[in-house]
């Protein structure tokens, strides 16, 4: 459901009430302008409309380009009505980093929506907790068994595997049907599905049987349950978000529709858990989250235990394959880019695989990378923030109360600090010399918060973007004009990519 006629569809019992409410807005609205003790500068408004402020402006479900429009007009920082919450959004590298890492003891709390409330189970994930100590345990949960340095040592023979098994695919496809147009998608993404599940449970499988919904699964029922329909759901909103002082009047189609995708998450997560416990108990211990979970980490409720699992697979799952995608569209679509990195790895890795090892010596390599992040940001948004206590970005006052948006997508377009953004051309990070610098762009967010996956999706892309390369010539099967458009939470392609792919040499 689109805002518009979700505003329009709750006008009624809205309006009902606005008269009342009309003397609160103003109450809250002049206390906002005596709580501005420094004299700070007033943050722009974006004009609305009475009630409603600006949701009927905010047509998309993810309104990144709407604010980066905005942006235009209103500058890199600016403030919007979505109902009765006042927003600040910002739209620039050097405001986003001052209120990500300088702010961020005032802007750490979370924001989230209904819907995000729901799928993390009230926060139960490092992505979307609170900053606190329960956020921290997980986080080094995540960190000691799988993300850091150490544990991505342990887990290279999964990326490894995954490279080498993409490549045996794709050669496989080539050989059957030399010019039919392959989906990069299905391909990629069990693979990488595969590699998620060997990291959160040990092994990856066929199918499994899910006890409390009764039915046997297949791998790829799986992946559709545990990250395809919490992705789709998560952009469907509850109007209520907007208006809480009405949250006592039933949504009840939204909330059946979004317990469902949680009831079928949480059935198949348990079916996980409890094949690997038994394993566990049996003596077979592996390399895997689950292991350590029980085994090492302080004891975890049962929910906590399936929500970090769940996000581990979640996260691995996603955003990489996202980024992969669009670096492989992108070098279809630019010959002379793909020659490019082509002839580099060719210098770097002669008639040999490229190898984790090699990637440093690749700055054009990790340029592609780092371009397709800033033009195709998979968040395009960072998950909202709250502002618990007055506080300044840009010399702008912020008061305490406001929700805050960090529009990445705004960030990697803006014009002062990228020539021609909307173009795709690597050669801008070339100047750079450290090629493995995972901040050069907002794509990973920054400050206490920033990205603790960066580094595992720099080394699954970079290896993947290598080997397709470095084995394959890519074209696009037709050109199908920008074909930009998104979907998901994440700024997944609309449409897959469609290539033909010749073996080279
Ligand atoms: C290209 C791939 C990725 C992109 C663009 C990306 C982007 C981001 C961004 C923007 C944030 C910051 C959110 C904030 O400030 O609130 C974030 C946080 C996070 N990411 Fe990623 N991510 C990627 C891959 C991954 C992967 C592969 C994992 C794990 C397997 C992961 C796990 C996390 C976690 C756990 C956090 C929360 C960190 C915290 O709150 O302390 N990410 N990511």
Redesign the pocket.
């Known amino acids: 459901m689109d805002v518009a006629p979700a505003a329009i569809a709750i006008g009624g019992p809205a309006v009902a009430v606005a008269g009342g409410l009309s003397f609160l807005f103003l109450k809250t609205y002049l206390s906002h302008q005596h709580a501005n003790p420094n004299h700070l500068l007033t943050i722009p408004e974006v004009p609305g409309v009475p009630l409603f402020g600006n949701l009927l402006q905010l047509k998309e479900k993810k309104p990144y380009k709407t604010f980066t429009k905005w942006a235009e007009t209103y500058g890199p920082i600016y403030s919007i009505k979505t109902g009765a919450t006042s927003m600040v959004v910002v739209s620039s590298n050097h405001l986003a980093k001052e209120a990500?890492v300088t702010r961020f003891d005032s802007i750490s709390t979370r924001k989230l929506p209904n819907t995000l409330r729901i799928l993390s189970a009230d926060k139960t994930m490092?992505?979307l907790s609170d900053y606190d100590d329960h956020?921290k345990t997980l986080?080094r949960n995540?960190l000691t068994s799988v993300?850091g340095p150490a544990a991505r040592k342990k887990h290279r023979v999964h990326r490894d595997t995954m490279a080498e098994n993409l490549s045996n695919r794709l050669h496989a496809l080539a050989r059957k049907s030399p010019h039919e147009a392959i989906n990069l998608r299905d391909i990629f993404q069990s693979q990488l599905f595969s590699l998620a599940l060997k990291q959160a449970i040990g092994k990856d499988f066929e199918s499994i049987y899910v006890t409390d919904l009764g039915i046997t699964m297949t791998c790829n029922e799986v992946f559709q349950v545990l990250v395809i329909d919490p992705m789709m759901g998560a952009i469907d909103f509850d109007w209520r978000d907007f208006f809480p002082y009405l949250k006592w009047i039933p949504n009840t189609s939204f909330e059946k529709k979004i317990e469902q995708i949680v009831t079928r998450k949480d059935a198949v997560m348990k079916a996980l858990i409890q094949e690997h416990t038994k394993r566990i108990h049996s003596g077979e211990s592996l390399n895997s989250y689950i292991d350590y979970l029980l085994s090492e980490a302080q004891p975890l409720t049962e929910k906590q235990l399936l929500m970090s699992l769940w996000?581990?697979i979640i996260?691995?799952a996603d955003?990489?394959m996202v980024?992969t995608e669009w670096a492989m569209y992108e070098l279809s679509k630019n010959p002379k880019q793909q020659d490019r990195l082509y002839d580099e790895i060719q210098n770097v890795c002669g008639s040999k695989k490229i190898t984790e090892e090699k990637l440093c010596q690749m700055p054009y390599l990790s340029a592609v990378f780092h371009e397709t992040?800033r033009k195709h940001?998979?968040?395009s948004v960072?998950?909202l923030r709250y502002v618990d206590e007055n506080t300044e970005i840009g010399g702008y006052h912020v008061p305490a109360g406001s929700e805050v948006a960090i529009n990445?997508y705004g960030c990697n377009m803006e014009k002062e600090i990228w020539e021609n953004p909307e173009e795709w051309n690597p050669e801008r990070f070339l100047a750079e010399n450290d090629p493995i610098d995972l901040q050069r762009t907002m794509?990973?967010?920054g400050g206490?918060?920033?990205?603790?996956?960066?580094m595992?999706?720099m080394l699954i892309?970079c290896m993947g973007i290598g080997r397709m390369v470095q084995e394959f010539e890519w074209r696009l099967n037709e050109d199908l004009g920008e074909d930009v458009n998104t979907v998901r939470l994440t700024t997944q392609k609309l449409n897959p990519l469609l290539a033909v792919i010749k073996p080279r040499g």
């Open positions: 990500l490092v992505a956020h986080k995540v993300l996000e581990l996260e691995t955003t990489t980024t992040l940001s998979p968040i960072i998950p990445i794509a990973f967010g206490k918060r920033v990205c603790v996956g960066a595992q999706a892309a």
